[in-house]
Nanobody, 120 residues
Framework: QVQLVESGGGLVQAGGSLRLSCAAS????????MGWFRQAPGKEREFVAA????????SYAPSVKGRFTISRDNAKNTVYLQMNSLKPEDTAVYYC?????????????WGQGTQVTVSS
């Protein structure tokens, strides 16, 4: 069992930056690929970024590539999402996810979400 707790969301102006963190419980954190997803009001949840268990491989949605960076610290059981050059369309609830692998993108555990609001 893995429990995920996100933090770092908030209100920021367009062009600003935020860093999200996801702290995981359990000793098996390093065996999971980790990802970030987001869901805007009235829209389906969508993939944002993912990172392999080792941190050696990352993947990004085209809409955030070049602006967002995912990273992880297995010693701290934490995954991060650095978000730069934020746009109003980035406004959403951001969810952390523990996944079987990047290849399958099958989510085993979800966090509760953290709100990110970007004002124009």
């Amino acid at each position: 069992q893995v429990q995920l707790v996100e933090s770092g969301g908030g209100l920021v102006q367009a062009g600003g930056s935020l860093r999200l963190s996801c702290a995981a419980s359990g000793r098996t954190f390093s065996s999971y690929a980790m990802g970030w997803f987001r869901q805007a009001p009235g829209k389906e949840r969508e993939f944002v970024a993912a990172i392999s268990w080792s941190g050696g491989t990352t993947s990004y949605a085209p809409s955030v590539k070049g602006r967002f960076t995912i990273s992880r610290d297995n010693a701290k059981n934490t995954v991060y999402l650095q978000m730069n050059s934020l746009k109003p369309e980035d406004t959403a609830v951001y969810y952390c996810a523990a996944m079987t692998s990047l290849a399958t993108m099958r989510v085993n555990y979800w966090g509760q979400g953290t709100q990110v609001t970007v004002s124009s």
